[in-house]
């Protein structure tokens, strides 16, 4: 064989070993039945989360679905992302529709690790990146509320995305390097209620989500941690969380907790744009224990 020939062949056969592992790699990694905690689901705990998460925000009943109670997350409303429009699922119990055939072990792969049932993995606009940091046993009280809903019927709407399986395979990579699933681990030198607020901040309520920047492997940029930056949906910027009392944006703790629970009906004008007027009412429906928690913790933040 000529060198060049030689050079190229073996470029192809790089090419082609450097496919396969990316193949290997962009397959899913579910976690197994081992993985979950023994557990007497606690429904008032999963209502509780499923607020803290605001899983309604983004799966409330869709422009199609004008006669569905409105507190029901039977899905089908746009949520437009930077790649496309996607319309976040049914998640009540309706068998063919929505969740009432799933396994907890399902849930748990779809909320935790972003894999669907079908074993395909699910868009980070989803903010399982966050849920991951959740206690398993919340997620399955989240499952045990879910369960306990009226069902509806509102079959899955299509994503307006480009190439979605590609997409998806792309996901797969993108989760070894900027995806970390360890759950959250409480820091034994802090009060037990800034462990509390600590918990709901960075698993369910996903604040990071939005408040902490992205590296370049869009990963968090924990040394950056909740310094805010651009908006992920692209709508300008979101504000830092930091020494928000000093700053002299709230009084102390209970004002943001003031806050947090009444936003702009009393004058709290700075959580309304930008996906943090849902937060804030969502964080409204919480016991004024947990806004306190977190008040707390993000005022601690400096
Ligand atoms: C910021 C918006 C947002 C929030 C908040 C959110 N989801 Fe979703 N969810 C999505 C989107 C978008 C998808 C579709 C992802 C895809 O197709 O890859 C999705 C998909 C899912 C799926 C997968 C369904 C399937 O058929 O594979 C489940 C289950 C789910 N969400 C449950 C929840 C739960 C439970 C919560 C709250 C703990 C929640 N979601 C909060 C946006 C959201
Ligand atoms: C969907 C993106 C998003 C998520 C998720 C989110 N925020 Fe926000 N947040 C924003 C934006 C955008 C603003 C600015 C809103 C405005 O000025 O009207 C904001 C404003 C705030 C403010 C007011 C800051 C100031 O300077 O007065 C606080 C406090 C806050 N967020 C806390 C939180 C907490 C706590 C969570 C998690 C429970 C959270 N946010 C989750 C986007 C988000």
Same mark, same amino acid.
């Given at each position: 064989m000529p060198r060049r020939t030689k050079v190229l062949a073996s470029l192809a056969v790089l090419a082609v070993a450097g496919a396969a592992m990316a193949w290997g790699m962009s397959n899913p990694h579910p976690l197994t039945a081992a993985d979950l905690p023994a557990h007497a689901a606690d429904i008032a705990n999963g209502k509780l989360l499923f607020n803290a998460a605001g899983c309604l925000s983004c799966h409330k009943p869709g422009p199609d679905l004008k006669n569905v109670d409105a507190s029901l997350p039977a899905g089908g409303s746009p949520f437009k992302t930077p790649v496309g429009t996607f319309y976040p699922p049914n998640l009540t119990p309706d068998p063919q529709t929505g969740i009432g055939k799933w396994t907890d072990?399902?849930?748990?792969?779809?909320?935790?690790?972003?894999?669907?049932?079908?074993?395909? +993995?699910?868009?980070? &606009? /989803?903010?399982?990146?966050?849920?991951?940091?959740?206690?398993?046993?919340?997620?399955?009280?989240?499952?045990?509320?879910?369960?306990?809903?009226?069902?509806?019927?509102?079959?899955?709407?299509?994503?307006?995305?480009p190439a979605p399986w590609l997409l998806r395979r792309g996901v797969g990579l993108w989760k070894h390097v900027g995806f970390d699933t360890a759950q959250w681990q409480p820091d034994p030198a802090k009060s037990e209620t800034w462990n509390l607020g600590a918990y709901i901040a960075n698993s369910a309520g996903?604040?990071?989500?939005?408040?902490?920047?992205? +590296?370049?492997?869009? &990963? /968090?940029?924990?040394?950056?941690?909740?310094?805010?930056?651009?908006h992920p949906g692209g709508e300008g910027k979101v504000p830092s969380l930091h020494d928000l009392v000093g700053r002299g944006k709230y009084k102390d703790a209970s004002d943001l907790a003031a806050a947090f629970q009444n936003g702009e009906t009393m004058g709290y004008t700075d959580m309304s744009s930008g996906g943090m007027g849902e937060v804030q009412s969502n964080l409204a429906k919480l016991p004024d224990s947990d806004v306190q928690a977190l008040a707390e913790y993000i005022t601690s933040l400096k």
């Open positions: 072990l399902e849930f748990v792969n779809a909320v935790q690790r972003g894999i669907s049932p079908e074993g395909e +993995n699910l868009i980070p &606009a /989803f903010p399982y990146t966050s849920y991951a940091r959740m206690k398993t046993a919340d997620v399955l009280d989240i499952k045990a509320y879910l369960d306990s809903l009226q069902p509806v019927v509102a079959p899955e709407k299509q994503a307006q995305i996903h604040c990071n989500e939005c408040h902490t920047p992205r +590296n370049m492997v869009m &990963a /968090f940029d924990w040394s950056k941690q909740f310094q805010g930056g651009p």
